[in-house]
């Protein structure tokens, strides 16, 4: 089973802008639930941006609503999270998971992928916002 590989973390000032890519998400033509997930230190991991391939709108955590977007490449089987007004309170290690899911489409989608049990998570990079 390939893992995925997230790429293009780094150190930026607050309202900065990062793109972070994730490759090899996807390894067939069924419908998946991907997206990107957080963990600062000492917190715990949360869902940032999520997408159901299937079909219905991202999810975003409210935290990053009107700064983050989440991008699919199907051609390149490559996620990206654009980072844009970036804030320290931003600083993490940032994962790409995804994981082949059957789901009715619905408004909520992508929401119910921010709660799906992930098994295929990548190795993580790291996002540091600071002055």
């Known amino acids: 089973q390939v893992q995925p590989v997230e790429s293009g973390g780094g150190s930026v000032q607050p309202g900065g802008s990062l793109r972070l890519s994730c490759s090899g998400s996807?390894?067939?033509?069924?419908?998946?639930?991907m997206g990107w997930f957080r963990q600062a230190s000492g917190k715990q991991r949360e869902a940032v941006a999520m997408i159901y391939t299937g079909g219905g709108p991202p999810h975003y955590a409210d935290s990053v609503k009107g700064r983050f977007t989440i991008l699919l490449d199907s051609d390149k089987n490559a996620l990206y999270l654009q980072m844009n007004r970036l804030k320290p309170e931003d600083t993490a290690m940032y994962y790409c998971a995804a994981d082949s899911v059957t789901l009715s489409v619905s408004a909520n989608t992508g929401r119910r992928c921010s709660t799906w049990p992930f098994d295929r998570w990548g190795q993580g990079t790291q996002v540091t916002v600071s002055s």
């Open positions: 996807r390894y067939d033509d069924s419908s998946y639930c």
